[in-house]
């Protein structure tokens, strides 16, 4: 894999890149009664940072980052990407945003290339050739561009969802589990590629992770959910020097095991008052 040259490029701008305020999400159940995924969040992302957002299954990840691209509507809340309100006028923005997921599948009959370049003309990209030809290149891709997504293993299809992510050299990009299922060796690469990128472009990353190892290298920030709220937020260095522990994988089992809102009550006015001291 060739890695890309970095030109440090970071951005003036003052106002966040993803505002949240009350977002709230709620599902109908066959009961009857609503079920909360996320309740009532409020954060910002800071421009040309990396933020973790860590909980366990069930926390509400994956629904929040759905409602910062606009596949869910909140049932209640407003979330404004690069100072777009998403509710009005989120195609204004979403040319300058991508995603990826392992766990959102690409069309199986399409070889990869097909599939990079569907994408690739989706997002209006010019010179569409030259840049799978250096996705391919960057991420490793070239061996099997021609081989039928569906055929491809798991950490090849890892790969290639990422290298979707950065066709459009996203100004915000969301990451839900980027290394799931590499090596170790190919993930680290990775995690320098993205370093390496942010740096480059200035650009503002939301990373879901369940590798504290990973959040701990790359993260300027975290915010920690339990039960659809957010129940910490801080720098991981500082998580861990509050709760008293040595690595921020404890901090996360402290809050996952947490019973009630012991760890939301007094964690985040900790996390709060911190922030207000930067």
């Not at 990009?173 to 190919?186: K, M, N, Q, V, W």
Request: net charge neutral.
């Amino acid at each position: 894999m060739t890695e890309p040259t970095i030109t440090s490029r970071p951005s003036a701008a003052l106002s966040p890149a993803i505002r949240a305020d009350g977002l709230t999400k709620r599902f109908p159940a066959p009961d009857g009664r609503d079920v909360t995924a996320v309740d009532a969040i409020a954060f910002t992302v800071p421009r040309g940072s990396v933020t973790g957002l860590l909980g366990g299954n069930g926390a509400g990840k994956t629904t929040t980052i759905s409602m910062l691209l606009g596949l869910l509507l909140p049932t209640a809340g407003t979330v404004e990407i690069l100072g777009v309100d998403m509710a009005r006028h989120r195609h204004a923005v979403l040319p300058r945003m991508n995603f990826s997921s392992p766990y959102v599948e690409l069309p199986h009959r399409l070889t990869v290339r097909e599939n990079l370049t569907v994408y690739a003309h989706l997002y209006g990209l010019t010179c569409v050739k030259k840049r799978v030809r250096e996705l391919a290149e960057h991420l490793d891709l070239s061996r099997f561009l021609d081989r039928p997504s569906g055929g491809l293993s798991a950490g090849q299809k890892t790969r290639v969802a990422l290298a979707k992510a950065m066709l459009n050299d996203p100004e915000v990009l969301l990451l839900d589990e980027p290394t799931a299922s590499l090596d170790p060796d190919t993930a680290d690469w990775i995690r320098t590629y993205l370093e390496r990128y942010r740096l480059r472009t200035g650009a503002t990353i939301l990373l879901a992770s369940h590798n504290m190892l990973e959040v701990e290298r790359l993260c300027d920030s975290v915010l920690m959910m339990r039960q659809g709220r957010i129940v910490d937020r801080g720098a991981p260095s500082a998580l861990v020097a509050r709760y008293g522990r040595q690595t921020l994988e404890e901090v996360f089992l402290d809050i996952a095991r947490a019973s009630g809102g012991a760890a939301s009550d007094g964690g985040i006015l900790a996390g709060e008052a911190a922030d207000a001291a930067e």
